[in-house]
């Protein structure tokens, strides 16, 4: 089965500076078997309600401002899969959720920019999942346990967030020293991964240290939820970056090996 991954895409400058992470994700691409799609849950695309993109030709969403032009140059000219996104939207929907689909949408920066990295030629069909707004931690947790089951041989799931998102703390430059605040959060989430804690790590928001510094707003965090979810009792889980970048954001990134069994 493909592992399902969380990663933290920092800022909308990781595209350019790659850092730790960058090659990170590319090695770790490199290593699996080429997917039939990657379904991604990105914060940066909330709606109310619960929606997939259906596009066919998804476009390379510039969700932010004020970044060197260069940044606006990047593609990620992917296909999308219109049909994996229908059989998803009737496999949720035989879970009991309400789910739209939506032809229009294209990749936010939450998506395309960390798929650059692990899938660097476009060739893997991308469809998106949107984060519906005021669903809590566990509300996207079960969202997850009901995708557990789709598809697992087939579909690379991808929640991509961001361990630490404190963007009133954010220094431009990237040799900050790390704040002490976010590598504590971060050693906590990286412990309680190792040992299975899965419950302490969906309700981290409440319990960690820190929790409200490092995730002012939790939309963030969120997509480590949903991975966990369909993740089930995962066999082993990988680190793959442990990085933390201009002071305060956390890069890093997990890959949970699915047993088959759920939570």
Same mark, same amino acid.
């Given at each position: ?31 699996? @078997? ?15 309600? +619960? ?7 998804? #476009? ?57 990295? %692990? ?7 991308? %469809? ?6 005021? !669903?809590?931690?566990?509300? %996207?947790?079960?969202?997850?346990? &009901?995708?557990?089951?789709?598809? @697992?041989?087939?579909? +690379? ?18 040799? #900050?020293? %790390?704040? &002490?605040?976010?590598? #504590?959060?971060?050693? !906590?989430? &990286?412990?309680? +991964? ?67 069994? #759920?939570?």
């Amino acid at each position: 089965m493909l592992p399902v991954v969380f990663v933290s895409h920092g800022a909308p400058s990781f595209a350019l500076d790659p850092g730790v992470a960058g090659p990170a994700l590319t090695s770790f691409g490199s290593s699996l @078997p080429k997917p039939k799609a990657i379904i991604v849950l990105s914060p940066h695309w909330q709606s109310q309600g +619960l929606w997939i993109s259906s596009a066919e030709t998804p #476009e390379t969403i510039y969700d932010f401002s004020g970044f060197p032009s260069a940044l606006y140059q990047l593609q990620y000219p992917v296909a999308g899969k219109p049909d994996i996104a229908a059989m998803l939207q009737q496999y949720l929907q035989q879970k009991g959720f309400s789910v739209g689909l939506n032809p229009q949408r294209g990749l936010d920066h939450g998506a395309w920019v960390p798929l650059r990295y %692990i899938f660097p030629q476009p060739e893997v069909p991308v %469809i998106q999942l949107s984060l519906p707004v005021g !669903w809590s931690s566990r509300q %996207i947790y079960q969202l997850g346990q &009901a995708l557990h089951g789709f598809a @697992p041989e087939q579909v +690379l799931f991808v929640g991509s967030g961001s361990l630490t998102h404190n963007l009133y703390e954010f220094h431009a430059y990237a040799d #900050e020293p %790390i704040a &002490a605040y976010a590598a #504590e959060f971060s050693d !906590w989430i &990286a412990s309680r +991964l190792v040992n299975g804690k899965v419950q302490q790590v969906v309700d981290a928001l409440e319990l960690a240290p820190h929790a409200k510094r490092a995730h002012p707003t939790e939309e963030h965090f969120l997509p480590l939820s949903f991975v966990l979810g369909i993740a089930g009792n995962y066999s082993a889980v990988n680190s793959l970056v442990r990085e933390i970048r201009h002071s305060v954001l956390s890069m890093d990134a997990y890959a949970f090996e699915r047993s088959g069994q #759920e939570a």
